[in-house]
């Protein structure tokens, strides 16, 4: 059988479980998005990006917020989606883009991959790059992040802990 870590993760970090896809997306229940986007205090007129973005469940809801959302995905077929909801999107490896130097981003949102093992921390990390000062990330992560002693697991909670807070549920 395959390791259930991610999947037990999951159950532990939402309270429920939907089965990822094929290539692992996962997409935001709803509860879950909205949510997020009320801990991001999104105020008409902020730029937002959503990293990951997947068929943008969380894009929608910044937008119904007031928000200007570009989004970034990696798939073509969600590319394509996100296109068609009149998101400015970049299809591209998240991981691989570089923060613009003047258009900083006043919000981050995002359901970043879990997998491979930890990704979403790398995700995370990646993505504090493109908040300017005084802006705000607001990400769901595994529930490991608050048991894990691994190296990048206890760095990840100090970074936490040095600029926000981390809301359990």
């Not at 959302?69 to 998240?94: I, P």
């Not at 607001?138 to 936490?160: D, H, L, P, S, Y």
């Amino acid at each position: 059988g395959s390791d259930p870590t991610e999947a037990l993760e999951t159950v532990i970090e939402t309270g429920g479980f939907s089965r990822p896809q094929e290539d692992g997306y996962w997409p935001t229940p709803e509860p879950l998005a909205r949510r997020l986007v009320a801990l991001a205090e999104i105020r008409p007129g902020m730029r937002l990006i959503e990293p990951s973005a997947g068929t943008g469940v969380l894009a929608l809801l910044a937008r119904e917020a007031g928000a200007l959302v570009s989004c970034y995905e990696l798939d073509g077929a969600r590319c394509n989606e996100l296109r068609r909801l009149d998101f400015a999107t970049f299809c591209v490896d998240f991981l691989l883009t570089t923060p613009p130097p003047l258009l900083v981003d006043d919000r981050v949102l995002m359901n970043p991959p879990f997998a491979p093992r930890q990704a979403d921390i790398d995700h995370v990390l990646h993505a504090w790059r493109f908040v300017r000062r005084g802006g705000r990330l607001v990400t769901v992560m595994a529930a490991g992040i608050t048991f894990r002693q691994n190296r990048k697991t206890v760095e990840m909670r100090e970074t936490i802990e040095r600029y926000g807070h981390l809301e359990q549920n």
